[in-house]
């Protein structure tokens, strides 16, 4: 598809458990982002890629978290011993840098709803 | 650090009437802002932005002012449709940063009315 694609769409799983999610971003697209949203609130930023390197993962909330994007396209975001407050709808987007600087618009997958129960 | 504040929702109009969502930001210089809307069933898109002071993002009929005097983004448009029907998210990218660092609102949610 042309878009940001994300999967699974959905996961639940228990306590103390791994997780993965993965993103699929638009061909062509250098930049790559993961952001959290829960319930009722706006997308926080997690971690930005460029290539394959994070360039930014200030907003990983503990080492719990850890992203990778080996080929520079599609990326993992990894959660260790989930606690039920990692409970949240994750966003990957992706978008062009051109010349160094952001066109201004990142393209948003659907998103992976984790439940951790 | 960076905040944005959106009104409070939820919205609720009628077939053409007139729409505001409010949005206020905290942050140090001069950010880029951004309106994003969330349709149902679809991921976030970008509606319309502005890079500096006095500038005016467009689109489908919807418009936002950058005031810095005020620190202000507002959403307006004049006569809203069904369809307009969605979550919407006001943002800023993080000064310095220039490369998609977001800071979002906590959302509006609108439901327009035939």
């Known amino acids: 598809g042309a878009g940001v694609s994300q999967t699974p769409s959905n996961k639940v799983t228990e306590k103390g458990k791994y997780v993965e999610l993965r993103c699929d971003p638009i061909?062509?697209?250098?930049?790559l982002y993961w952001y959290r949203q829960s319930l009722g609130q706006g997308p926080e930023f997690l971690i930005y890629?460029?290539?394959?390197?994070?360039?930014?993962d200030s907003g990983l909330p503990n080492d719990r978290f850890f992203a990778v994007r080996p080929e520079g396209s599609v990326s993992t975001l990894k959660i260790q011993r989930t606690e039920r407050g990692d409970s949240a709808v994750y966003l990957c987007?992706?978008?062009?840098?051109?010349?160094?600087?952001?066109?201004?618009?990142?393209?948003f997958g659907e998103g992976s709803r984790l439940t951790v129960l | 650090g960076d905040s944005v504040t959106q009104m409070e929702g939820p919205v609720t109009l009628s077939e053409e009437a007139f729409l505001t969502i409010n949005c206020t930001y905290t942050?140090?210089?001069?950010?880029?802002l951004f309106w994003y809307v969330q349709y149902p069933g679809e991921g976030l898109q970008l509606l319309l932005k502005?890079?500096?002071?006095?500038d005016k993002g467009s689109n489908k009929g919807f418009e936002a002012t950058y005031r810095k005097e005020t620190t202000s983004f507002h959403l307006e448009k004049g006569s809203v449709q069904v369809s307009d029907s969605a979550v919407y998210f006001c943002?800023?990218?993080?000064?310095?940063?220039?490369?998609?660092?977001?800071?979002f609102g906590q959302g509006t949610i609108l439901t327009v009315h035939p």
């Open positions: 987007a992706s978008s062009l840098i051109a010349g160094g600087t952001n066109t201004g618009e990142l393209f």
């Open positions: 061909s062509g697209h250098t930049a």
């Open positions: 890629f460029q290539g394959t390197g994070a360039a930014d």
């Open positions: 942050a140090t210089g001069y950010p880029s």
């Open positions: 502005a890079t500096k002071a006095d």
């Open positions: 943002a800023l990218d993080a000064v310095g940063t220039s490369y998609g660092k977001l800071t």
